[in-house]
């Protein structure tokens, strides 16, 4: 029988250390971190994230101000971010995506500073990630890294791992993570011809398709480790992953489950993200 790996078991450890440490640093005079996320449009998801990370950032001690706009230019959003850039008690900026059609992101992140680009999206941090530089890591790979390193993979000599996706926020990032640990990476996407074959020599299998439970046992190695990023609706309307753990769960070693899973890690790590953009700012002032 595999192990279940819940994310909260991780992530209440790192909240409480982030806690911890903003106490002591209001203590010494400091002031609180702040991070600011910006949403436009109505997107009902996107509302669900946004509530979540004012609660998290409620529950560590960081200020967080969201900036609802149901409508606003391109022009107008760059101007906003340049104010934000330039303020210097806004240590983290976070633009909620997506973005409606008439604005361009990537004019967006063009023009966000990278130092308080908490999510990694700017094409410095993406580019300081490839070269593997010292940046703000996107929060789902980050996530990712950590539960591995958790369950004790910290060096992945001689793994072969697997990736289905290859998406800007986790596909790609997450493979050059790996990579970066030495495991032996294949990028699987929609186009990919005999997936399950490749997945079938993982050691390492990271799903981010979006397919709900399309994963089942023959799929798997056994004894691999399964790492479940998709999130998805059931035929019952239930939240679940792209595995089917409950048919999977007796081939492999470890799986994270939908939900509790790396969904936790994900918004962990956008705290741990504007707590080194607050370090940096407060040292630096
Ligand atoms: P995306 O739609 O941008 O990318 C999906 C990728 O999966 C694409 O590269 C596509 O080629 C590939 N794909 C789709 N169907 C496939 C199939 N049948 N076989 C092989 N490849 C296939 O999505 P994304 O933003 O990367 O998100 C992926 C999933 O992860 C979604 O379910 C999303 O909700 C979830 N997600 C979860 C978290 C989290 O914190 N848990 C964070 C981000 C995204």
Known sequence: MGNIVYGNIISDEIKENIKNFIEMSVKNGNRQPHLVV??????????????????????????????????ISEEDLISKIKELNEDKTVDGILIQLPLPSHINKDHIFNILNPQKDVDGFTPLNVGKLYLGQDTFVPCTPKGIIKILEYIGYYDLSGKKAVVIGRSNIVGKPIAQL??????????????????????????????????????????????????????????????????????VIDKVKYITPVPKGVGLLTRAMLLENTIIAYKNSINNN
């Open 38 to 71: 910006i949403m436009v449009g109505d997107n009902q998801a996107s509302k669900v994230y946004v509530s979540g990370k004012n609660k998290d950032c409620m529950q560590v001690g960081i200020k967080n101000t969201t900036l609802y706009y149901d409508d």
């Open 178 to 247: 790996l990579l970066n640990k030495n495991a032996t990476v294949t990028i699987c996407h929609s186009k990919t011809q005999n997936i399950i074959e490749q997945v079938r020599q993982a050691d390492i299998v990271v799903s981010a398709m979006g397919n709900a439970k399309l994963i089942k046992k023959d799929w798997l190695k056994e004894n691999s480790i399964v790492i479940d990023v998709g999130i998805n609706r059931d035929e019952n309307n239930k939240l679940c992953g792209d595995v089917d753990l409950e048919d």
